[in-house]
Each structure stands twice: as structure tokens, then as C-alpha cells.
């Protein structure tokens, strides 16, 4: 069972910028680690992804609303950062990391993700 704890979240003036961090913890035999966000009324979305999870790195993946401005990495088996950058007042939401196996479908569908943080709260001001 993996456990995932996030942090880093915060309230920022639009234009400005926060570094959320995911610490995972146990063994669950993963392959594919994200991130999700959900604003008050909103569904769930995916935000960005890193597959598969290797010691040589894997691929990003990114939704079209934050490419080029939000950046996921890995800096080690255990932890997984989401560098976001020219916040909007939009990108006000619920942060949220998972974990899974991508078996199917695309890498934002939440099917694919078996394990979930708590999440961290980001809010963008104008």
C-alpha cells in the first residue's frame, strides 16, 4: 500500500508562483504518479503526470490548461514535486497526488490511480 502525504500549497497573487511537493511512502508496485486538482463546483481534472516511474525518468504529461506554465518532476523514488508558475485565478483549487497503474484510457482518467493524497490547497488572487 503506498501512502502519499502533499504540502507546499498556499495563497499567491496571480502571476506568482508555488512548488507543491508529494512524499510517497510503502511499496505498490506503480507505474504512473500525478497530480489532480478540484476547485469548489468543478470535477476532478488532471493536471499532469509522470509515466512510467523508472530510475531513468519517464515521460510528462500535461492538461492543454497548464502546459507551459506548470512543471512535474521527480527527484527520487519518493517524491514528486509540481512547479507551478504564472498562476491564474483559475488555478485556484484542491491539489491532489496519486499513484497507480496505467492499464487504460488516457493518464488523467482517475481509474488509473489506486492511491491518494489528502491534498494541499492553492489559491490565486487578482
Known amino acids: 500500500q503506498v501512502q502519499l502525504a502533499e504540502s507546499g500549497g498556499g495563497s499567491v497573487q496571480a502571476g506568482g508562483s508555488l512548488r507543491l511537493t508529494c512524499v510517497t511512502s510503502g511499496y505498490g508496485g506503480i507505474n504512473l504518479m500525478g497530480w489532480f486538482r478540484q476547485a469548489p463546483g468543478k470535477e476532478r481534472e488532471g493536471v499532469a503526470a509522470i509515466y512510467p516511474i523508472s530510475p531513468r525518468g519517464g515521460n510528462t504529461y500535461y492538461a492543454d490548461s497548464v502546459k507551459g506554465r506548470f512543471i512535474i518532476s521527480r527527484d527520487n523514488a519518493n517524491t514528486m514535486y509540481l512547479q507551478l508558475n504564472s498562476l491564474k485565478a483559475e488555478d485556484t483549487a484542491m491539489y491532489t497526488c496519486?499513484?497507480?497503474?496505467?492499464?487504460?484510457?488516457?493518464?488523467?482518467?482517475?481509474?488509473?490511480?489506486?492511491?491518494w493524497g489528502q491534498g494541499t490547497q492553492v489559491t490565486v488572487s487578482l
Open positions: 496519486a499513484s497507480g497503474l496505467w492499464r487504460e484510457g488516457t493518464w488523467s482518467e482517475a481509474k488509473n490511480y489506486k492511491s
